[in-house]
């Protein structure tokens, strides 16, 4: 009896890790699916403990028996092998993410926390912004940013300033993933989390121009928090990644600011998996369904054809723009990892100050996972590029 229910517990390992697996390496039907795939990789060491877990049941139900059972055993332990492959296999697996960015890790001196792994998402942190802010009024509009200070800031206006510009497929506020401001104001920055009027049809300036807005605004005030307004960093994550990059390395004459606002000399850009080119196309192949890109199309952005070039941040590489850290996972279905290497070649090529950080197996978004390997990476690589500016 205690075979089979080791073979059965066996069993229903593997009926969980499949359907995990092929979430985290198939093509998804929807975008939620694809999120589900995205926590399986960022969470890959839960599923490699489940999956040895499985292989051990199946070992011990495969165990000979003896005497007048031996015969019937026989079946047992063919099923056994079977379920213990695949669990064999399903552990190779769950085990490659991690010890992919283990290996990052080690060759960049940065220290992982298995203590960490398992500190929840970023969407939540235990306070919120020090303030909430209206730095201009577009088109009727009110554009927002949260203020998050360090503890104890003593307004000496010292402290290097992230301006922080979220990503997301629709409109949202600012802050969504609070955490992110609160660690890096606990590390001694002034952050400035901004709201912007997402992308508009037909119009490649309006996203841009406000962000150039919240900088000016940014600039104005930084003192008044104990921030440096010579020691501004820009920040964004996917669509914020490719604002900021936009935002930064154009003049105010190429992409003006929404307000009345002054041009702002940035001393670092920070864009995670954004794209640096806004024209390379995606490839066919890569964990996305013709669902998944028919739903993104409908969500696209519509922009005239020759304006594709202007709106992209490639078109504006130049000698001496910001030093520029870029952030990427090997994996990222929406920003191919292939396209960010292309950008960083042409940065290199342009004498422009970078640094690309990718981590193997993280998907488009993996910093929603607090503790994973990706994000823990990332971190270091934002501390180390701050520290150098």
Same mark, same amino acid.
């Given at each position: 009896?205690?075979?089979?229910?080791?073979?059965?517990?066996?069993?229903?390992?593997?009926?969980?890790?499949?359907?995990?697996?092929?979430?985290?390496?198939?093509?998804?039907?929807?975008?939620?699916?694809?999120?589900?795939?995205?926590?399986?990789?960022?969470?890959?060491?839960?599923?490699?403990?489940?999956?040895?877990?499985?292989?051990?049941?199946?070992?011990?139900?495969?165990?000979?028996?003896?005497?007048?059972?031996?015969?019937?055993?026989?079946?047992?332990?063919?099923?056994?092998?079977?379920?213990?492959?695949?669990?064999?296999?399903?552990?190779?697996?769950?085990? !490659?993410?991690?010890?992919?960015?283990?290996?990052?890790?080690?060759?960049?001196?940065?220290?992982?926390?298995?203590?960490?792994?398992?500190?929840?998402?970023? %969407?939540?942190?235990?306070?919120?912004?020090?303030? %909430?802010?209206?730095?201009? *009024?577009?088109?009727?509009?009110?554009?927002?940013?949260?203020?998050?200070?360090?503890?104890?800031?003593?307004?000496?206006?010292?402290?290097?300033?992230?301006?922080?510009?979220?990503?997301?497929?629709?409109?949202?506020?600012?802050?969504?993933?609070?955490?992110?401001?609160?660690?890096?104001?606990?590390?001694?920055?002034?952050?400035?989390?901004?709201?912007?009027?997402?992308?508009?049809?037909?119009?490649?300036?309006?996203?841009?121009?406000?962000?150039?807005?919240?900088?000016?605004?940014?600039?104005?005030?930084?003192?008044?928090?104990?921030?440096?307004?010579?020691?501004?960093? !820009?920040?964004?994550?996917?669509?914020?990644?490719?604002?900021?990059?936009?935002?930064?390395?154009?003049?105010?004459?190429?992409?003006?600011?929404?307000?009345?606002?002054?041009?702002?000399?940035?001393?670092?850009?920070?864009?995670?998996?954004?794209?640096?080119?806004?024209?390379?196309?995606?490839?066919?192949?890569?964990?996305?369904?013709?669902?998944?890109?028919?739903?993104?199309?409908? $969500?696209?952005?519509?922009?005239?054809?020759?304006?594709?070039?202007?709106?992209?941040?490639?078109?504006?590489? *130049?000698?001496?723009?910001?030093?520029?850290?870029?952030?990427?996972?090997?994996?990222?279905?929406?920003?191919?990892?292939?396209?960010?290497?292309?950008?960083?070649? *042409?940065?290199?090529?342009?004498?422009? *100050?970078?640094?690309?950080? $990718?981590?193997?197996?993280?998907?488009?978004?993996?910093?929603?996972?607090?503790?994973?390997?990706?994000?823990?990476?990332?971190?270091?690589?934002?501390?180390?590029?701050?520290?150098?500016?």
């Amino acid at each position: 009896m205690g075979r089979l229910l080791a073979l059965v517990g066996a069993a229903l390992v593997a009926v969980v890790l499949l359907p995990a697996a092929g979430m985290a390496l198939l093509p998804m039907p929807s975008l939620e699916l694809w999120v589900i795939g995205l926590l399986v990789l960022e969470f890959s060491l839960v599923f490699a403990a489940l999956a040895l877990a499985g292989v051990v049941l199946a070992v011990f139900a495969g165990r000979r028996s003896s005497g007048a059972v031996r015969g019937a055993s026989v079946g047992v332990r063919r099923v056994a092998a079977a379920v213990g492959a695949v669990n064999a296999t399903m552990l190779g697996a769950a085990l !490659l993410p991690a010890a992919s960015a283990w290996g990052t890790a080690r060759q960049h001196g940065v220290p992982l926390s298995l203590a960490g792994y398992l500190e929840g998402l970023s %969407t939540a942190a235990e306070r919120g912004p020090d303030e %909430t802010v209206r730095y201009a *009024r577009v088109a009727g509009e009110d554009l927002m940013l949260d203020v998050w200070q360090p503890a104890g800031t003593t307004g000496a206006g010292s402290l290097p300033v992230v301006v922080n510009v979220h990503g997301g497929a629709e409109d949202a506020p600012q802050s969504p993933f609070p955490r992110w401001d609160a660690w890096l104001a606990d590390s001694g920055h002034v952050v400035f989390d901004v709201d912007y009027r997402f992308f508009q049809p037909y119009d490649w300036q309006s996203s841009p121009g406000d962000v150039k807005c919240a900088l000016g605004w940014v600039a104005r005030n930084a003192e008044r928090y104990g921030a440096d307004p010579k020691r501004i960093t !820009l920040m964004g994550q996917s669509a914020g990644g490719y604002l900021s990059l936009l935002a930064a390395y154009t003049t105010a004459a190429e992409v003006p600011p929404s307000c009345d606002a002054p041009e702002v000399e940035l001393a670092g850009v920070i864009s995670w998996f954004g794209p640096g080119d806004a024209t390379a196309e995606m490839p066919h192949a890569f964990r996305l369904s013709e669902t998944v890109r028919r739903q993104l199309a409908e $969500e696209a952005w519509p922009l005239a054809e020759e304006d594709w070039a202007k709106a992209s941040p490639s078109s504006y590489v *130049r000698p001496g723009l910001p030093r520029t850290l870029l952030i990427q996972g090997g994996r990222d279905v929406l920003q191919p990892a292939e396209h960010t290497r292309s950008f960083a070649a *042409r940065l290199a090529q342009a004498g422009v *100050r970078y640094e690309l950080m $990718e981590i193997p197996y993280a998907d488009h978004q993996f910093d929603l996972v607090w503790g994973g390997f990706g994000s823990q990476i990332a971190r270091h690589a934002i501390l180390d590029f701050q520290s150098g500016l």
